[in-house]
């Protein structure tokens, strides 16, 4: 773990309310693949993918402590350590607390976070960059309609109607992560544009449909959710629909954590399947997540309809 010792001995107060400072994950750190390090203001989230020692966990707990007293000596220390090993996940807080209700900023928007439960905390690190191309996207059209699918606490949806989109419609299986989704357009002071439907996305097409189509579809299921969404037979059921849903020059954002499957899963089933789509760029991830293998880190694609063509 010393790589992550290291970056913990040099770091400098965090820019960001909400950013990752350590991503082992990425196995670009050798021994440290296990380790992921957030910042969700004013808390830290040290977290372990294996069992680890207690004095493993006390030299890292040093050591946060140490450098935050030199860096930010007037701000409380409150550190959270989650170990998430054989798909269990305990969790519990290390020094000083948790605020409750725990919001965070990222480009003037505000997010509730929950930090004390599950394995999802409210808002996804990876996906910042998704979120800036997605609030600079509808603020260069304006008043566009967006389709946000497993829209979860509906972060897109709040970034989309902060630079003036008209309408979002924010699908999503879980109510209760729909629920924290209107609390984030509350927290916003949004309070009308956004709808939200707590379904089955695949039972829900005429809803869907009906609501079209639209300038933008954000698609950002997860890899494999038993009884929801197993990306390996499920993506290529979303990709079908795309072509109907969407205006002419209407724009889709695809999105696909899974280190198992390539860009090519993506790419080769768009071509196949919606092969009128245009595929245009993939938007970058936060550098701090950088992979030994870009086919293993966070997928976002972005693909556009053809135009009407000219008279």
Avoid at 93 to 98: D, E, F, I, N, P
Wanted: contains cysteine; proline residues 5%; aromatic residues 8%.
């Amino acid at each position: 773990m010393q790589a992550l010792l290291n970056v913990i001995a040099t770091m400098e107060l965090p820019a960001t309310e909400a950013e990752r400072l350590f991503h082992g994950r990425g196995g670009l750190h050798p021994g440290c693949e296990q380790w992921v390090l957030d910042y969700f203001a004013p808390v830290w989230l040290l977290t372990s993918f294996k069992p680890v020692s207690d004095e493993e966990l006390a030299a890292l707990q040093a050591a946060l402590s140490a450098r935050w007293q030199q860096i930010a000596p007037e701000q409380a220390f409150n550190l959270v350590f989650q170990c998430r090993s054989e798909g269990r996940a305990e969790t519990r807080v290390l020094a000083g607390a948790v605020p409750e209700p725990h919001v965070v900023s990222e480009d003037c928007a505000r997010f509730r976070i929950h930090v004390l439960k599950g394995q999802n905390h409210g808002l996804f690190l990876d996906m910042a960059e998704g979120r800036r191309w997605v609030r600079e996207h509808v603020a260069a059209r304006q008043r566009v309609k967006v389709l946000n699918l497993f829209a979860y606490t509906c972060a897109f949806s709040v970034v989309a109607l902060q630079a003036g989109a008209r309408q979002v419609l924010n699908l999503d299986m879980s109510q209760g992560a729909l629920t924290i989704g209107q609390q984030n357009h509350q927290l916003n002071g949004i309070s009308s544009g956004a709808s939200f439907l707590a379904h089955d996305i695949f039972s829900t097409w005429g809803k869907i449909s009906r609501g079209g189509p639209y300038e933008l579809i954000i698609v950002d299921p997860p890899s494999y959710q038993k009884g929801s969404f197993v990306a390996t037979k499920d993506y290529a059921r979303l990709m079908r629909r795309l072509p109907d849903l969407l205006v002419p020059g209407g724009h889709a954002l695809l999105c696909l954590n899974a280190p198992e499957l390539g860009l090519a899963f993506l790419q080769d089933q768009m071509h196949a399947l919606a092969p009128e789509l245009q595929f245009v760029e993939r938007v970058a991830n936060p550098a701090v997540f950088a992979d030994v293998s870009e086919e293993r880190s966070l997928k976002v694609l972005v693909y556009r309809a053809p135009e009407l063509a000219q008279a």
